[in-house]
């Protein structure tokens, strides 16, 4: 006999023809043995064996009916944090027998999710970008940029520091103590923290100094624990670049000091306040097989080719922020990046329909970044225009 979990939803509020609809249409889309809905006055039931999540969305989006309503029959499934997987399909019922773990919710509780970022102490108040620094790219030092900015009003900001590493950049000194570099680098960051919304995504590419033997990823993430920031994951971004081997292995052959090789970065992706971020459905704008694959923490991405066109020794590929936006923001959000450089960020973000801030202290980045805004309006030349 098939086992099933039961979900209900209040529908008082809803027309009667909309949850009719959907219970119907549902019930000969999907075959009972996986999941089905029943009505009776004030409630629906979802009753789930087993349920491929991205279909269930297609198919509720598919419907035209009170999206309210499919929003909330699609949260109530999504939200089960407790699930087996066969193939693609969730596995709700009996799961829980299977586990190791018995009593897992209360046991969460009695521990305690995101201890450390609790007590925080950020206001719930969200605020707009105030016009003037709307789609804007600004040449300055981040600091002074981000104290003339309102609280919470920054949906998600995505970055890449100077590292310390001793690079050439254009003004930049990338060669401090690692005290003074830390200074420079968490002055910046509290206030970034300040300027994010409540519910806001705070998203940092790191590469540690292995040679230096700098753990920067650990350092940073201390940082944003001890200012109480939700740690919502890390994303692998496999490079494959097998061209920074070290030429030596350290102590070859011997245990005595056998150096570790890498060819991939960290990003780190912390939260104000709360792991779910507010934003409207139709405002998603990643496609299912996005989804599917990105929620996957380790991105094989090639490094940016053409920084040596763009002047710029460290720019981030161009697919690696769409995922980082696309997953973390949705549409019309507005972005930042402090350290904006070649201006990568601000290009995807205007790209994919998002509102932008970008600053960097050099001119001439700030240049590149405006020109490749620019450029991204002029479509190509068609073989017909050239003729
Ligand atoms: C790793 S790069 C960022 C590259 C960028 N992700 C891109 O795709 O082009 C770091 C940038 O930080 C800038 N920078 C360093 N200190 C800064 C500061 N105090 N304020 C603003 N920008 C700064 C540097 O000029 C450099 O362009």
């Keep these: 006999m098939t086992d099933y979990r039961e979900e209900i939803i209040d529908i008082s509020e809803f027309q009667e023809s909309d949850y009719n609809v959907l219970a119907r249409e549902f019930n000969s889309h999907f075959p009972k043995t996986d999941a089905f809905m029943t009505l009776d006055k004030t409630t629906l039931h979802i009753m789930l064996n087993q349920l491929d999540i991205i279909k269930y969305r297609e198919f509720l989006d598919a419907l035209n009916i009170d999206p309210v309503l499919t929003d909330a029959a699609f949260d109530v499934v999504n939200r ?3 699930y087996g997987l066969r193939g693609s399909k969730r596995h709700y019922a009996g799961y829980n027998a299977e586990r190791k773990v018995s009593n897992r919710k209360a046991k969460e509780q009695d521990r305690g999710k995101h201890y450390y970022a609790n007590d925080n102490e950020f206001s719930k108040t969200n605020n707009s970008l105030p016009a003037e620094y709307e789609n804007r790219i600004i040449c300055a030092d981040s600091l002074g940029v981000l104290k003339k900015l309102p609280d919470n009003c920054i949906d998600i900001i995505f970055t890449s520091p100077p590292y310390n590493f001793g690079l050439e950049y254009d003004t930049h000194n990338d060669t401090a103590s690692w005290n003074a570099y830390y200074e420079m680098l968490f002055g910046i960051f509290k206030e970034c923290i300040r300027v994010l919304k409540y519910g806001g995504r705070f998203v940092v590419n790191v590469q540690p100094l292995y040679s230096d033997y700098i753990p920067a990823h650990h350092i940073i993430s201390n940082f944003f624990i001890e200012n109480k920031m939700i740690w919502k ?21 011997s245990p005595a000091s056998p150096y570790l090789k890498y060819t991939w970065e960290f990003v780190e992706v912390y939260c104000k306040g ?7 459905t139709a405002d998603a704008d990643i496609t299912a097989e996005e989804f599917k694959s990105w929620v996957v923490a380790k991105w094989s991405i090639a490094p940016e080719r053409h920084m040596k066109e763009f002047g710029h020794p460290a720019m981030f590929p161009e697919n690696l922020v769409e995922r980082v936006l696309k997953l973390f923001s949705f549409k019309n959000d507005v972005v930042l990046d402090p350290f904006n450089g070649a201006g990568t960020t601000t290009l995807v973000a205007k790209k994919t329909g998002r509102r932008y801030l970008g600053i960097d202290i050099s001119q001439e980045y700030c240049d590149t970044a405006e020109k490749r805004i620019e450029d991204s309006y002029d479509p190509q030349p068609s073989i017909f225009d050239l003729e």
Excluded: H, P, R, T
Aim: net charge positive; hydrophobic share 25%.
């Design 80 to 82: 089960i944090g407790s």
């Design 233 to 253: 994951g890390e994303i692998l971004w496999e490079k494959n670049n097998y061209n920074c081997k070290m030429c030596s292995y350290g102590s070859w052959k």
């Design 274 to 280: 709360d792991l779910k971020k507010a934003g409207k």
